[in-house]
């Protein structure tokens, strides 16, 4: 079974800029959720995908970013524009059903110059 | 809302055991997750308790008392690739389902 794969691994980019992050989940999985990690902490979560349902996205600052996931299947989430305070790890996660388990990619390291 | 509390940092001896402990507040409970994440790399799901007990997994156990609000893993026969952080995840009431984490605790195993 193939996990999680998230896109790209690493990204640079200077404050302003735009920034979008790619996550293909496992297949059939319907739960899908995008967390931002940061150095020492624990995962907090930004928003949760049932489907192509967005649910719990109370945690996503809507003013900059945003989220879609067209099918219910892949989801990107971008960044506009980006503030220093943005560099972080980017996590996506997939679930079969929103009370099992989540699968996490190894996701995208975001550095804000 | 919940508060979770995990040591910052441990280290222990190749072959030994260690035990993580992890306390939590929380309005409700819905079931406690501990995943391993090595240094830049996804969080593994290691176990899931939502009964108090003890859950035995091969050299991992994971311990659960709803009315301390406390769990611990428990590592058997350490090996140098079990140096990682140890995350603490606790899901609350409602209907989301959707596990708070906690800082994690960075277990350093030495020779």
Same mark, same amino acid.
């Given at each position: ?9 690493? @990204? ?9 992050? $790619? ?7 319907? *739960?899908?959720? $995008?967390?931002? =990690?940061?150095?020492? =902490?624990?995962?907090? !979560? ?15 600052? +809507?003013?900059?970013?945003? %989220?879609?996931? !067209? ?10 524009? %980006? ?9 996506? %996660? ?15 390291? !975001?550095?804000? &110059? | /809302? ?8 441990? *280290?222990? *001896?190749? /072959?030994?055991?260690? =035990?993580?402990?992890?306390?939590? #507040? ?7 997750? $501990?995943?391993? #994440? ?12 939502? !009964?108090?007990? &003890?859950?035995? @997994? ?17 590592? +058997?026969? &350490?090996?140098? @690739?079990?140096? %990682?952080?140890? &995350?603490?995840?606790?899901? /609350? ?11 994690? *605790? ?6």
């Amino acid at each position: 079974e193939a996990g999680v794969v998230q896109s790209p691994r690493y @990204k640079i980019i200077e404050k302003k800029q735009p920034v979008a992050f $790619w996550c293909n989940p496992i297949s059939g999985h319907n *739960t899908l959720y $995008w967390y931002l =990690q940061n150095l020492g =902490q624990g995962p907090e !979560l930004l928003i949760r995908y049932e489907n192509e349902e967005a649910v719990d996205d109370s945690q996503l600052p +809507k003013d900059r970013f945003s %989220a879609e996931r !067209l099918k219910g299947v892949d989801s990107t989430l971008k960044i506009q524009p %980006a503030e220093l305070g943005d560099s972080a790890v980017y996590l996506c %996660a997939s679930s079969p059903g929103r009370n099992q388990p989540q699968h996490f990619g190894d996701g995208t390291r !975001l550095s804000i &110059l | /809302g919940q508060n979770i509390d995990q040591p910052t940092e441990m *280290t222990a *001896t190749e /072959g030994a055991i260690v =035990q993580i402990n992890c306390t939590y #507040q929380t309005s409700g409970f819905n079931g406690l997750f $501990w995943y391993q #994440q090595h240094a830049g790399e996804a969080p593994t799901f290691l176990s899931y308790n939502v !009964l108090d007990g &003890l859950e035995e @997994k091969g050299r991992f156990s994971s311990f659960l008392s709803r009315s301390k609000g406390y769990s611990y893993l428990l590592l +058997k026969e &350490l090996q140098m @690739k079990d140096s %990682a952080s140890y &995350l603490c995840a606790v899901r /609350g009431p409602g209907g989301s389902y959707i596990p708070t984490f906690g800082r994690g *605790t960075s277990l350093i195993v030495h020779p």
